[in-house]
């Protein structure tokens, strides 16, 4: 018990005295995820809009791949990549393997099912006559899509949240292409199943408390926003 307790204080001492690894590490992670969500969001919305007002042969099936692709585990995704990546892959001679691109990359993968998911939804949500309406009040198509954004923003709010969530904690994938390296590649999922297997615990418990706070600070964040929302729509 005094073993745990002394690690812990270890935990949050190498939190508030300003460890530059462990802050590098936080840095690293948080630059990365938010890269990705970054680049993803924007094709993603894109997708999910098209899937909720147009009607084309094979929606419901590219529907149907999308939420399919939900479940595909992090190191599945890894995997994958890690092959196209590979010097014997297809896109060896990109030499991304084992750098912030491949994870960034890996991150993307992950979470664009995610928001063209809830992206989909959040459109569904406001109905074909919603779009209509928007058609008709304004000069041209991007700015009825503009203002449908408008109407869905907390929704697509909600998509950005969980998509980060998703990607901020995920291990396979950025073990598997970013390869773990010291200052450049580590961040806060590997770092923790690294230090943990060399019996180091008081570096993983202090970033696990990151992960934590992460974890209630988004979901918080969540709530307020479907509160908002729900208020928004009068209900």
Not at 16 to 37: H, V
Not at 206 to 225: C, D, E, N, P, R
């Amino acid at each position: 018990m005094d073993s745990l307790s002394n690690t812990i204080i270890e935990a949050l001492t190498l939190l508030f005295n300003g460890n530059a690894e462990l802050w590098t590490i936080i840095g690293i992670s948080f630059q990365i995820s938010s890269t990705a969500i970054l680049i993803a969001s924007v094709p993603a919305v894109l997708i999910g809009f098209t899937l909720a007002y147009s009607n084309f042969f094979g929606r419901r099936l590219l529907i149907s791949v999308f939420n399919t692709l939900l479940a595909v585990p992090a190191v599945v995704v890894g995997l994958t990549l890690y092959i196209l990546l590979s010097r014997q892959g297809p896109l060896g001679e990109w030499h991304l393997l084992f750098t912030q691109t491949a994870m960034v990359l890996g991150q993307i993968t992950l979470s664009f099912p995610i928001l063209v998911a809830m992206s989909h939804s959040a459109f569904q949500s406001a109905e074909m006559r919603a779009w209509d309406t928007a058609r008709t009040l304004s000069n041209n198509s991007i700015s009825a899509f503009v203002i449908m954004l408008r109407e869905v923003r907390f929704g697509l709010l909600g998509a950005l949240l969980a998509g980060y969530g998703r990607i901020i904690a995920e291990v396979g994938a950025s073990m598997m292409l970013g390869g773990n390296i010291l200052h450049y590649t580590r961040n806060i999922p590997t770092a923790i199943a690294l230090e943990t297997s060399k019996g180091e615990f008081a570096q993983g418990i202090a970033l696990g408390i990151i992960l934590v706070l992460m974890a209630f600070l988004l979901t918080m964040i969540l709530h307020y926003i479907q509160g908002r929302g729900m208020l928004a729509h009068g209900r």
